[in-house]
T-cell receptor
Framework: DGGITQSPKYLFRKEGQNVTLSCEQNLNHDAMYWYRQDPGQGLRLIYY???????QKGDIAEGYSVSREKKESFPLTVTSAQKNPTAFYLC?????????????FGPGTRLTVL | KQEVTQIPAALSVPEGENLVLNCSFT??????LQWFRQDPGKGLTSLLL?????REQTSGRLNASLDKSSGRSTLYIAASQPGDSATYLC??????????????FGQGTILTVHP
């Protein structure tokens, strides 16, 4: 089946820890995205990548880092510098290259700081 | 500031009713507008994508319209069913300004269809 997978589904972090969220897609899409969703709010863009080995900051990149070493993978690291990381994190992908395409989303990872 | 607003925040209707969800955006220069569905604790599922040159898109019982001049889109759901209960999100891809090329999301409308 083609799609986007995210792991883990639930993640717990202690204060001061860095954690990495996984996102993999087998849709052969060029572009990938990371969003954060807080209760009662829409999604906010953290980082996006339109091609391998290239990525750009979104609206709320502080305290986060990403890499794009392979087309199918776009992991997100939540660092200790992110002061309020508890949220629902969503990864998405699209064919990329043009601004007319549909974004497809993974099932999400819920991160909780203990 | 380029924003997207959805009204109402929540809507409860009896099964079988036709309903309309509203989305407004602040800049008419857009590439496209997309409607998504989100079930509790899940990811987003794309419902309809309307390009800036289009006026509407239809998929089954769903019809989405786009009026760029007024900065509005509506999602019409015909003959609603309990399985339609979910949060519906509108997202706009602006063609200029600080949000250029990125999806800007509304806060969503929580829809409950009761039997």
């Amino acid at each position: 089946d083609g799609g986007i997978t995210q792991s883990p589904k639930y993640l717990f972090r202690k204060e001061g820890q860095n954690v990495t969220l996984s996102c993999e897609q087998n849709l052969n899409h060029d572009a990938m995205y990371w969003y954060r969703q807080d209760p009662g709010q829409g999604l906010r863009l953290i980082y996006y990548s339109q091609i391998v080995n290239d990525f750009q900051k979104g609206d709320i990149a502080e305290g986060y880092s990403v890499s794009r070493e392979k087309k199918e993978s776009f992991p997100l690291t939540v660092t200790s510098a992110q002061k309020n990381p508890t949220a629902f994190y969503l990864c998405a992908s699209s064919e990329g290259g043009v601004y007319t395409d549909t974004q497809y989303f993974g099932p999400g990872t819920r991160l909780t700081v203990l | 500031k380029q924003e997207v607003t959805q009204i109402p925040a929540a809507l409860s209707v009896p099964e079988g009713e036709n309903l309309v969800l509203n989305c407004s955006f602040t800049d008419s220069a857009i590439y496209n507008l997309q409607w998504f569905r989100q079930d509790p604790g899940k990811g987003l599922t794309s419902l309809l994508l309307i390009q800036s040159s289009q006026r509407e898109q239809t998929s089954g019982r769903l019809n989405a319209s786009l009026d760029k001049s007024s900065g509005r889109s509506t999602l019409y759901i015909a003959a609603s069913q309990p399985g339609d209960s979910a949060t519906y999100l509108c997202a706009v891809r602006y063609a200029g300004g600080t949000s250029y090329g990125k999806l800007t999301f509304g806060q969503g409308t929580i829809l409950t269809v009761h039997p």
